[in-house]
């Protein structure tokens, strides 16, 4: 079965500045997508970043951008010029691409990282 | 474009009540998962249905819990004989198709077992 671990339970920055969550993951499949998710305390599931892991390619939005390692199988995040908005709890989540009856449907999230922004 | 639908926001029942949680999802999805998180925890799967099939039930609980996403209307989620251990808030998520696509979730619904 998959795992998704989040090592950080809590993490600091200072506004403008750049900081890292790390995600880490174990599966035996070779396709597969990757997700970070924010939770603000309005407790909404907001999208954040999305990878699929056939791209070698990072993908980017705006101020946040992933560092993904498909063979050491490790998926950070990284917020850049960090704002009091960023202010929330973290989740990367692992879905399976396998398109069988079952399969490839469910998200697996890590326990999640709680970030606080200071001014 | 509206996104996905839940209510109630909050929920308060008293053990052994029932617990009616309704998710309408965004507009042109057809997939439609329910997850539960527990205080400190991360999102666990429930169950995962098409209108009028239940696809993939494998994280929800075997007794009390059962799920629906009729033809027309909400999906609803449903507690019976609810226990102090249902506290959670619980979420809904769709997207248009199953494999691939990103799943956007709902504001969730914040069950409280008195």
């Known amino acids: 079965a998959q795992t998704v671990t989040q090592s950080q339970p809590e993490m600091s920055v200072q506004e403008a500045e750049t900081v890292t969550l790390s995600c880490t993951y174990d599966t035996s499949e070779s396709d597969y997508y990757l997700f970070w998710y924010k939770q603000p305390p309005s407790r909404q599931m907001i999208l954040v970043i999305r990878?699929?892991?056939?791209?070698?390619q990072n993908a980017t939005e705006n101020r946040f951008s992933v560092n993904f390692q498909k063979a050491a199988k490790s998926f950070s995040l990284k917020i850049s010029d960090s704002q009091l908005g960023d202010a929330a709890m973290y989740f990367c989540a692992y879905r399976s691409a396998y398109t069988g009856n079952q399969a490839g449907t469910a998200l697996i999230f890590g326990k999640g990282t709680t970030l606080s922004v200071s001014s | 474009n509206a996104g996905v639908m839940q209510n109630p926001r909050h929920l308060v029942r008293r053990r052994g009540q029932e617990a009616r949680l309704r998710c309408s999802p965004m507009k042109g999805h057809s997939h439609v998962y329910w997850y539960r998180q527990l205080p400190e925890e991360g999102l666990k799967f429930m169950v995962y249905?098409?209108?009028?099939?239940?696809?993939?039930e494998s994280g929800m609980p075997k007794e009390r819990f059962s799920a629906e996403f009729p033809k027309e209307g909400p999906s609803i989620l449903r507690i019976q004989q609810v226990v102090r251990g249902d506290s959670a808030a619980y979420f809904c998520?769709?997207?248009?198709?199953?494999?691939?696509?990103?799943?956007?979730f709902g504001p969730g619904t914040r069950l409280t077992v008195l």
């Open positions: 998520a769709s997207s248009p198709r199953r494999v691939g696509d990103t799943q956007y």
């Open positions: 249905l098409q209108k009028e099939n239940i696809i993939d």
């Open positions: 990878q699929e892991a056939y791209k070698q």
